[in-house]
């Protein structure tokens, strides 16, 4: 095992996190059953929707990333835009997570606590971002647009694991 598993394995053992899962359990409670859950899980597609979903705010924010990093001056509208569109996509993305979340078990939810709230960061940074750029401060929306980026990746990286290793969310 890597330093990594190490850190990812420790997570789904930390009963310490389940305070967190706790509250989580809460917001995915409010999601009504029926044909929204099926919607927001993907069952109308066969597989699990939030996955698929991540692309979007992941893509808006890399791109507006790389325009910052090479576009110059002329990106700037740009990139405040594609900043913006990752945050309207956030919403969907997180909700549909939620619905995955009820057919978690315990190590998942721990997992899964540590990486919303790791995607939660990234949408607050993100969105101070957002705010900065539009207020002229384009370097403090820059900087903060690159911490949001390291917390999606921490994000991204628990969420791959979910997947990937775990085998959530089961998309039925």
Not at 16 to 21: I, K, V
Request: aromatic residues 4%.
């Amino acid at each position: 095992m890597t330093t990594l598993d190490d850190a990812v394995a420790r997570l789904e053992d930390s009963e310490q996190l389940d305070a967190l899962t706790r509250l989580f359990d809460r917001v995915a409670a409010t999601i009504p059953h029926g044909a929204v859950d099926d919607l927001l899980r993907g069952k109308p597609l066969g597989h699990a929707l939030h996955p698929s979903l991540t692309d979007l705010p992941i893509g808006f924010w890399t791109s507006a990333t790389v325009l910052d990093l090479v576009g110059g001056e002329r990106s700037r509208h740009a990139a405040r835009l594609l900043v913006g569109l990752g945050l309207l996509s956030a919403a969907p993305t997180a909700l549909a997570g939620f619905a995955d979340w009820r057919r978690t078990g315990t190590a998942a939810r721990r997992v899964g606590a540590v990486h919303a709230v790791a995607n939660e960061v990234a949408v607050s940074c993100y969105a101070l971002s957002w705010l900065a750029r539009g207020r002229g401060r384009h370097g403090l929306g820059v900087l903060t647009g690159l911490v949001g980026a390291t917390a999606a990746s921490v994000g991204g990286l628990l969420g791959g694991h979910l997947t990937l290793a775990m085998g959530e969310p089961a998309g039925d």
